[in-house]
Protein backbone atom coordinates (compact mmCIF):
# COMPACT_ATOMS: atom_id res chain seq x y z
CA UNK A 1 0.00 0.00 0.00
CA UNK A 2 1.74 3.05 -0.93
CA UNK A 3 0.42 6.59 0.14
CA UNK A 4 3.74 7.96 -0.47
CA UNK A 5 4.35 10.51 -3.52
CA UNK A 6 4.21 9.58 -6.38
CA UNK A 7 5.17 11.49 -9.78
CA UNK A 8 1.52 12.59 -10.09
CA UNK A 9 0.38 16.21 -10.57
CA UNK A 10 -3.25 17.34 -10.44
CA UNK A 11 -3.89 20.70 -11.35
CA UNK A 12 -7.51 20.23 -10.45
CA UNK A 13 -6.95 20.01 -7.27
CA UNK A 14 -5.21 23.56 -6.93
CA UNK A 15 -8.03 25.23 -4.95
CA UNK A 16 -7.18 25.13 -1.53
CA UNK A 17 -8.10 26.03 1.25
CA UNK A 18 -10.05 22.92 1.72
CA UNK A 19 -13.58 22.47 2.98
CA UNK A 20 -12.05 20.79 5.66
CA UNK A 21 -10.98 24.06 7.22
CA UNK A 22 -13.00 24.24 10.72
CA UNK A 23 -14.60 27.32 11.83
CA UNK A 24 -12.22 29.92 13.28
CA UNK A 25 -12.70 31.53 16.91
CA UNK A 26 -10.51 34.94 16.63
CA UNK A 27 -8.91 33.24 19.82
CA UNK A 28 -6.45 31.70 17.39
CA UNK A 29 -3.35 31.83 16.40
CA UNK A 30 -2.50 33.03 12.80
CA UNK A 31 1.19 32.22 11.07
CA UNK A 32 0.48 34.09 7.87
CA UNK A 33 3.12 34.66 5.00
CA UNK A 34 4.33 31.42 5.09
CA UNK A 35 6.51 31.39 1.08
CA UNK A 36 5.62 27.25 1.09
CA UNK A 37 3.47 25.10 3.18
CA UNK A 38 3.83 21.22 3.27
CA UNK A 39 0.28 19.96 4.41
CA UNK A 40 0.76 16.32 3.20
CA UNK A 41 -2.88 16.15 2.20
CA UNK A 42 -2.85 16.19 -1.49
CA UNK A 43 -6.25 17.54 -1.93
CA UNK A 44 -4.75 20.75 -1.20
CA UNK A 45 -2.44 22.99 -2.74
CA UNK A 46 -0.83 21.91 -5.92
CA UNK A 47 -2.08 18.50 -5.53
CA UNK A 48 1.13 16.33 -5.11
CA UNK A 49 1.60 14.68 -2.25
CA UNK A 50 2.92 17.01 -0.35
CA UNK A 51 -0.25 19.71 -1.28
CA UNK A 52 2.12 22.44 -1.02
CA UNK A 53 0.43 25.79 -0.86
CA UNK A 54 2.13 28.78 -1.94
CA UNK A 55 1.77 32.32 0.07
CA UNK A 56 0.24 29.99 2.74
CA UNK A 57 -0.74 30.74 6.19
CA UNK A 58 -1.80 27.83 9.03
CA UNK A 59 -4.23 28.62 12.05
CA UNK A 60 -4.04 27.30 14.99
CA UNK A 61 -6.59 26.80 18.17
CA UNK A 62 -5.35 24.86 21.31
CA UNK A 63 -3.21 21.94 20.25
CA UNK A 64 -5.51 21.59 16.92
CA UNK A 65 -4.61 23.13 13.08
CA UNK A 66 -8.25 24.36 12.48
CA UNK A 67 -6.96 26.14 9.01
CA UNK A 68 -5.05 26.22 5.87
CA UNK A 69 -5.12 28.02 3.21
CA UNK A 70 -3.62 31.13 1.02
CA UNK A 71 -2.52 33.82 3.43
CA UNK A 72 -4.28 36.19 1.62
CA UNK A 73 -8.01 34.12 2.75
CA UNK A 74 -6.86 33.89 6.25
CA UNK A 75 -9.63 33.88 8.80
CA UNK A 76 -9.49 37.02 11.05
CA UNK A 77 -7.48 36.32 14.90
CA UNK A 78 -6.52 38.43 17.46
CA UNK A 79 -2.78 36.51 17.57
CA UNK A 80 -0.63 37.01 14.50
CA UNK A 81 2.85 35.22 14.01
CA UNK A 82 4.37 36.73 10.40
CA UNK A 83 6.30 33.93 8.92
CA UNK A 84 8.39 36.03 6.98
CA UNK A 85 8.50 34.09 4.01
CA UNK A 86 9.83 31.57 5.68
CA UNK A 87 8.75 27.50 4.72
CA UNK A 88 6.58 25.82 6.92
CA UNK A 89 6.28 21.95 7.57
CA UNK A 90 4.68 19.36 9.54
CA UNK A 91 6.99 18.33 12.67
CA UNK A 92 9.18 15.02 12.23
CA UNK A 93 7.62 12.20 13.23
CA UNK A 94 11.29 9.79 13.87
CA UNK A 95 9.59 6.45 14.27
CA UNK A 96 13.01 4.51 15.50
CA UNK A 97 15.66 5.44 18.48
CA UNK A 98 16.77 3.99 21.22
CA UNK A 99 17.35 7.14 23.68
CA UNK A 100 17.36 5.19 26.88
CA UNK A 101 21.53 4.35 27.31
CA UNK A 102 24.57 5.92 29.25
CA UNK A 103 28.14 6.23 27.59
CA UNK A 104 28.83 6.03 24.09
CA UNK A 105 31.03 3.88 21.83
CA UNK A 106 33.62 6.56 20.86
CA UNK A 107 36.38 3.84 20.32
CA UNK A 108 34.00 1.34 17.92
CA UNK A 109 32.73 3.98 16.24
CA UNK A 110 37.20 5.19 15.25
CA UNK A 111 38.09 1.15 14.96
CA UNK A 112 35.09 1.03 12.22
CA UNK A 113 36.07 4.09 10.71
CA UNK A 114 39.54 2.30 10.65
CA UNK A 115 38.19 -0.23 8.76
CA UNK A 116 36.72 -2.89 11.32
CA UNK A 117 33.08 -3.69 10.47
CA UNK A 118 30.36 -3.46 12.72
CA UNK A 119 28.68 -6.38 14.37
CA UNK A 120 25.57 -6.39 16.86
CA UNK A 121 28.27 -7.81 19.34
CA UNK A 122 29.05 -3.91 19.92
CA UNK A 123 25.48 -3.27 21.97
CA UNK A 124 26.88 -5.40 25.30
CA UNK A 125 29.34 -2.04 26.10
CA UNK A 126 26.23 -0.03 25.83
CA UNK A 127 24.12 -2.56 27.91
CA UNK A 128 27.21 -2.87 30.85
CA UNK A 129 26.97 1.02 31.36
CA UNK A 130 23.07 1.48 31.03
CA UNK A 131 22.46 -1.01 33.84
CA UNK A 132 25.28 1.12 36.22
CA UNK A 133 23.98 4.04 35.21
CA UNK A 134 20.98 5.97 37.52
CA UNK A 135 17.41 6.55 36.82
CA UNK A 136 17.87 10.03 37.05
CA UNK A 137 21.31 10.11 34.20
CA UNK A 138 19.22 7.87 31.75
CA UNK A 139 16.30 9.94 32.09
CA UNK A 140 18.58 13.35 31.46
CA UNK A 141 20.17 11.64 28.87
CA UNK A 142 16.61 10.62 27.21
CA UNK A 143 16.01 14.54 27.56
CA UNK A 144 19.28 15.59 26.63
CA UNK A 145 18.77 13.95 22.89
CA UNK A 146 15.13 14.56 22.20
CA UNK A 147 15.89 18.13 23.04
CA UNK A 148 18.51 17.75 20.37
CA UNK A 149 15.36 15.85 18.15
CA UNK A 150 13.32 18.86 18.75
CA UNK A 151 15.59 21.69 17.70
CA UNK A 152 16.41 19.97 14.68
CA UNK A 153 12.37 19.85 13.90
CA UNK A 154 11.18 16.64 15.43
CA UNK A 155 8.08 16.74 17.48
CA UNK A 156 7.20 12.98 17.71
CA UNK A 157 9.35 10.27 18.67
CA UNK A 158 9.66 6.63 18.92
CA UNK A 159 12.05 5.03 21.60
CA UNK A 160 12.80 1.35 23.17
CA UNK A 161 14.75 0.02 25.57
CA UNK A 162 17.08 -2.62 24.69
CA UNK A 163 20.31 -2.03 26.78
CA UNK A 164 18.96 -3.45 29.83
CA UNK A 165 18.29 -7.00 29.22
CA UNK A 166 17.21 -8.04 32.67
CA UNK A 167 13.82 -7.90 33.96
CA UNK A 168 14.64 -5.32 35.54
CA UNK A 169 16.82 -2.79 33.51
CA UNK A 170 14.26 -3.56 30.80
CA UNK A 171 11.20 -2.16 32.79
CA UNK A 172 13.51 0.49 33.97
CA UNK A 173 13.67 1.92 30.74
CA UNK A 174 10.62 1.69 29.29
CA UNK A 175 9.10 3.97 32.75
CA UNK A 176 11.98 5.83 31.47
CA UNK A 177 11.22 6.46 28.24
CA UNK A 178 7.55 6.32 29.15
CA UNK A 179 8.07 9.36 31.04
CA UNK A 180 8.90 11.37 27.87
CA UNK A 181 7.02 9.98 24.84
CA UNK A 182 4.17 8.33 24.02
CA UNK A 183 5.94 5.71 21.57
CA UNK A 184 7.27 3.31 23.74
CA UNK A 185 8.53 0.14 22.19
CA UNK A 186 10.15 -2.97 24.53
CA UNK A 187 13.15 -4.34 23.25
CA UNK A 188 14.14 -7.46 25.35
CA UNK A 189 15.07 -8.84 22.27
CA UNK A 190 17.86 -6.78 21.06
CA UNK A 191 20.11 -9.13 21.97
CA UNK A 192 20.57 -12.68 23.99
CA UNK A 193 21.40 -10.91 27.39
CA UNK A 194 25.15 -11.75 28.02
CA UNK A 195 23.84 -13.35 31.33
CA UNK A 196 22.55 -16.15 28.72
CA UNK A 197 24.59 -16.34 26.43
CA UNK A 198 25.19 -19.92 26.55
CA UNK A 199 21.22 -20.49 26.82
CA UNK A 200 19.17 -18.12 24.22
CA UNK A 201 16.42 -20.37 24.73
CA UNK A 202 16.27 -19.61 27.85
CA UNK A 203 16.34 -15.89 27.43
CA UNK A 204 13.59 -15.90 24.85
CA UNK A 205 11.39 -17.66 27.72
CA UNK A 206 12.95 -15.02 29.82
CA UNK A 207 11.47 -12.09 27.28
CA UNK A 208 8.28 -13.63 26.73
CA UNK A 209 7.38 -14.33 30.08
CA UNK A 210 8.43 -12.55 33.27
CA UNK A 211 10.02 -9.69 31.11
CA UNK A 212 6.91 -9.10 29.02
CA UNK A 213 4.69 -8.86 31.90
CA UNK A 214 6.94 -6.41 33.72
CA UNK A 215 7.48 -4.27 30.28
CA UNK A 216 4.01 -4.67 28.80
CA UNK A 217 2.70 -1.73 31.00
CA UNK A 218 4.82 0.58 29.85
CA UNK A 219 4.57 -0.02 26.25
CA UNK A 220 2.94 0.30 22.79
CA UNK A 221 5.25 -1.33 20.76
CA UNK A 222 7.08 -4.85 20.97
CA UNK A 223 10.41 -4.90 18.39
CA UNK A 224 13.42 -7.67 17.86
CA UNK A 225 16.73 -7.60 16.10
CA UNK A 226 16.15 -10.10 13.56
CA UNK A 227 19.82 -10.48 12.90
CA UNK A 228 22.57 -13.26 12.73
CA UNK A 229 24.18 -12.89 16.14
CA UNK A 230 20.52 -11.67 17.37
CA UNK A 231 17.36 -13.49 16.94
CA UNK A 232 16.50 -15.67 14.16
CA UNK A 233 13.22 -16.34 12.20
CA UNK A 234 11.75 -18.87 14.55
CA UNK A 235 12.51 -16.95 17.64
CA UNK A 236 11.44 -13.41 17.13
CA UNK A 237 8.04 -15.10 15.20
CA UNK A 238 7.62 -16.57 19.19
CA UNK A 239 8.47 -12.78 21.01
CA UNK A 240 6.58 -10.84 18.69
CA UNK A 241 3.41 -13.54 18.89
CA UNK A 242 4.08 -13.54 22.85
CA UNK A 243 4.03 -9.49 22.93
CA UNK A 244 0.84 -9.28 21.10
CA UNK A 245 -1.16 -11.69 23.14
CA UNK A 246 -0.28 -8.97 25.80
CA UNK A 247 -1.71 -6.07 23.26
CA UNK A 248 1.92 -4.53 21.78
CA UNK A 249 1.73 -4.49 18.28
CA UNK A 250 4.95 -5.78 16.71
CA UNK A 251 7.76 -3.79 14.89
CA UNK A 252 11.05 -5.45 13.84
CA UNK A 253 14.70 -4.78 12.97
CA UNK A 254 14.84 -6.29 9.82
CA UNK A 255 17.20 -7.14 6.92
CA UNK A 256 19.97 -4.80 8.67
CA UNK A 257 22.92 -6.63 8.32
CA UNK A 258 21.84 -9.07 5.90
CA UNK A 259 19.27 -10.86 3.91
CA UNK A 260 16.92 -13.12 6.50
CA UNK A 261 13.68 -14.02 7.29
CA UNK A 262 12.65 -10.37 9.18
CA UNK A 263 10.70 -8.82 6.35
CA UNK A 264 8.43 -11.72 5.09
CA UNK A 265 7.97 -12.11 9.12
CA UNK A 266 6.76 -8.30 9.54
CA UNK A 267 4.33 -8.86 7.14
CA UNK A 268 3.14 -12.51 8.40
CA UNK A 269 2.21 -10.62 11.87
CA UNK A 270 1.29 -7.30 10.12
CA UNK A 271 3.88 -5.27 11.74
CA UNK A 272 3.69 -2.07 11.87
CA UNK A 273 7.40 -1.55 10.23
CA UNK A 274 10.01 -3.09 8.75
CA UNK A 275 12.97 -1.12 10.23
CA UNK A 276 16.29 -1.20 8.00
CA UNK A 277 15.09 -3.15 5.43
CA UNK A 278 18.87 -2.59 3.59
CA UNK A 279 19.40 -6.20 2.14
CA UNK A 280 15.97 -7.06 0.42
CA UNK A 281 14.96 -10.02 -2.04
CA UNK A 282 12.38 -9.49 -4.98
CA UNK A 283 10.23 -11.56 -2.50
CA UNK A 284 10.70 -8.90 0.19
CA UNK A 285 9.94 -5.59 -1.81
CA UNK A 286 6.99 -7.82 -3.03
CA UNK A 287 5.53 -8.23 0.25
CA UNK A 288 6.05 -5.22 1.61
CA UNK A 289 4.28 -3.66 -1.30
CA UNK A 290 1.65 -5.86 -1.02
CA UNK A 291 0.55 -5.20 3.22
CA UNK A 292 0.30 -2.23 5.50
CA UNK A 293 3.83 -2.76 6.83
CA UNK A 294 5.67 0.24 6.19
CA UNK A 295 9.41 0.33 5.42
CA UNK A 296 11.43 2.44 7.73
CA UNK A 297 15.09 3.67 6.37
CA UNK A 298 17.60 4.55 8.62
CA UNK A 299 20.50 6.03 6.93
CA UNK A 300 22.48 7.41 9.79
CA UNK A 301 22.92 3.22 10.66
CA UNK A 302 24.20 3.06 6.99
CA UNK A 303 26.73 6.18 7.39
CA UNK A 304 27.93 5.35 10.51
CA UNK A 305 29.02 1.79 9.72
CA UNK A 306 29.90 2.76 6.15
CA UNK A 307 27.89 -0.22 4.99
CA UNK A 308 25.65 0.09 1.18
CA UNK A 309 22.65 2.06 1.17
CA UNK A 310 19.57 0.85 1.46
CA UNK A 311 17.43 1.41 -2.15
CA UNK A 312 14.52 3.60 -1.40
CA UNK A 313 13.79 3.85 -5.18
CA UNK A 314 13.31 0.19 -5.45
CA UNK A 315 10.85 0.23 -2.69
CA UNK A 316 9.02 3.51 -3.82
CA UNK A 317 8.73 2.12 -7.43
CA UNK A 318 7.45 -1.40 -6.32
CA UNK A 319 4.50 1.11 -4.03
CA UNK A 320 5.75 0.49 -1.03
CA UNK A 321 5.16 3.09 1.92
CA UNK A 322 8.73 4.19 3.09
CA UNK A 323 9.39 5.95 6.39
CA UNK A 324 12.77 7.79 7.18
CA UNK A 325 13.98 8.47 10.96
CA UNK A 326 17.20 8.40 12.65
CA UNK A 327 17.71 5.11 14.06
CA UNK A 328 19.48 7.69 16.99
CA UNK A 329 21.51 5.19 19.40
CA UNK A 330 25.42 5.39 20.23
CA UNK A 331 26.44 2.48 18.52
CA UNK A 332 25.21 2.58 14.68
CA UNK A 333 23.76 5.81 14.57
CA UNK A 334 24.43 8.14 16.87
CA UNK A 335 21.95 11.30 15.19
CA UNK A 336 19.49 13.01 16.70
CA UNK A 337 18.95 14.85 13.03
CA UNK A 338 15.95 14.16 10.61
CA UNK A 339 17.15 16.59 8.41
CA UNK A 340 20.30 14.96 8.09
CA UNK A 341 18.31 11.75 7.17
CA UNK A 342 17.05 13.71 4.49
CA UNK A 343 20.26 14.96 2.99
CA UNK A 344 21.44 11.54 2.84
CA UNK A 345 18.14 9.44 1.57
CA UNK A 346 18.10 12.45 -1.20
CA UNK A 347 21.72 12.27 -2.23
CA UNK A 348 22.62 8.42 -1.75
CA UNK A 349 19.18 6.22 -1.83
CA UNK A 350 17.31 7.65 -4.56
CA UNK A 351 14.53 10.12 -2.95
CA UNK A 352 13.37 12.91 -4.29
CA UNK A 353 13.07 15.77 -1.76
CA UNK A 354 10.02 15.74 -1.79
CA UNK A 355 9.57 11.80 -1.33
CA UNK A 356 11.99 12.27 1.72
CA UNK A 357 10.10 15.19 3.22
CA UNK A 358 6.82 13.12 2.89
CA UNK A 359 8.86 9.67 4.61
CA UNK A 360 10.16 11.52 7.55
CA UNK A 361 6.90 12.77 8.73
CA UNK A 362 4.20 11.11 7.21
CA UNK A 363 5.63 8.06 6.46
CA UNK A 364 6.97 8.25 9.91
CA UNK A 365 3.44 8.53 11.10
CA UNK A 366 2.34 5.47 9.31
CA UNK A 367 4.61 3.72 10.84
CA UNK A 368 3.55 4.31 13.90
CA UNK A 369 -0.23 4.32 12.73
CA UNK A 370 -0.86 7.65 13.34
CA UNK A 371 -3.59 10.00 11.33
CA UNK A 372 -3.09 12.64 14.26
CA UNK A 373 0.84 13.78 13.40
CA UNK A 374 2.55 14.04 10.53
CA UNK A 375 0.43 16.52 8.38
CA UNK A 376 -0.73 20.27 8.66
CA UNK A 377 -4.46 20.30 7.75
CA UNK A 378 -7.58 20.71 10.34
CA UNK A 379 -7.89 18.34 13.03
CA UNK A 380 -4.05 17.37 13.05
CA UNK A 381 -1.87 18.12 16.01
CA UNK A 382 -0.43 21.63 15.86
CA UNK A 383 3.35 20.60 15.14
CA UNK A 384 5.13 22.31 12.75
CA UNK A 385 8.59 23.63 12.25
CA UNK A 386 9.49 26.76 10.42
CA UNK A 387 12.45 26.66 7.99
CA UNK A 388 15.09 29.55 7.58
CA UNK A 389 14.79 28.86 3.85
CA UNK A 390 11.92 29.28 0.55
CA UNK A 391 11.01 25.78 0.63
CA UNK A 392 11.49 21.96 2.30
CA UNK A 393 14.08 21.48 -0.88
CA UNK A 394 16.48 23.38 1.12
CA UNK A 395 16.88 20.50 3.90
CA UNK A 396 18.70 18.27 1.04
CA UNK A 397 20.47 20.62 -1.47
CA UNK A 398 21.59 23.05 2.43
CA UNK A 399 22.85 19.91 3.79
CA UNK A 400 24.59 20.21 7.48
CA UNK A 401 23.38 23.93 8.06
CA UNK A 402 20.55 24.44 11.01
CA UNK A 403 17.74 25.40 8.69
CA UNK A 404 14.68 25.09 11.70
CA UNK A 405 14.34 28.11 13.13
CA UNK A 406 11.21 27.36 15.21
CA UNK A 407 9.91 24.59 16.78
CA UNK A 408 6.01 24.27 17.49
CA UNK A 409 4.37 21.28 19.11
CA UNK A 410 0.67 20.84 19.75
CA UNK A 411 -0.02 24.48 19.13
CA UNK A 412 2.98 25.53 21.59
CA UNK A 413 6.20 27.15 19.94
CA UNK A 414 8.86 25.02 22.27
CA UNK A 415 11.81 26.69 20.37
CA UNK A 416 12.27 29.71 18.77
CA UNK A 417 16.16 29.76 17.58
CA UNK A 418 18.20 32.75 16.92
CA UNK A 419 18.18 34.49 13.61
CA UNK A 420 14.50 35.53 14.03
O1 LIG B 1 19.10 -0.26 15.02
N1 LIG B 1 20.32 -3.06 15.01
C1 LIG B 1 20.13 -3.10 16.19
N2 LIG B 1 20.06 -2.05 17.01
C2 LIG B 1 20.61 -0.77 16.71
C3 LIG B 1 22.06 -0.70 17.02
C4 LIG B 1 22.27 -0.72 18.44
C5 LIG B 1 23.70 -0.57 18.83
O2 LIG B 1 24.64 -0.83 18.05
O3 LIG B 1 23.88 -0.20 20.00
C6 LIG B 1 20.29 -0.36 15.30
O4 LIG B 1 21.14 -0.10 14.46
FE1 LIG C 1 17.47 0.45 15.79
Known sequence: MNTGPAATNNPAASSAPSSANSAVATTATAIVNIASLVTNDPSLGDGTPLG???????????????????????PATDNRVDAGGRAVIPGFVDSHSHLV?????????????????YAAGGIRTTVAATRAASDEALS??????????????TTTIETKSGYGLTVEDEARALRIAAEHTD?????????????????????????????????????????????????????????????????????IHANQLSYGPGVQLAVELDAASADHCTHLTDEDVDALAHSSTVA???PGAEFSTRAPWPDARRLLDA?????????????SSFTSSVPFCIALAVRDMGMT??????????????????????????????????????????????????????????????????GH
Request: proline residues 4%.
Open 296 to 298: TLL
Open 52 to 74: LIQDAAVVIDGDRVVWVGESSKA
Open 183 to 251: EVTYLGAHIVSPDHADDPAAYVALVTGEMLDACAPYARWIDVFCEKGAFDGDQARAILTAGKAKGLHPR
Open 101 to 117: FAGDRTAEFNARMSGQA
Open 353 to 418: PDEALWSATAGGAAALRRTDVGRLTAGARADLSLLDAPSHVHLAYRPGVPLVTEVWRAGVRQYAGS
Open 140 to 153: ANVARYLGEALRQG
Open 319 to 331: GVTVALSTDCNPG
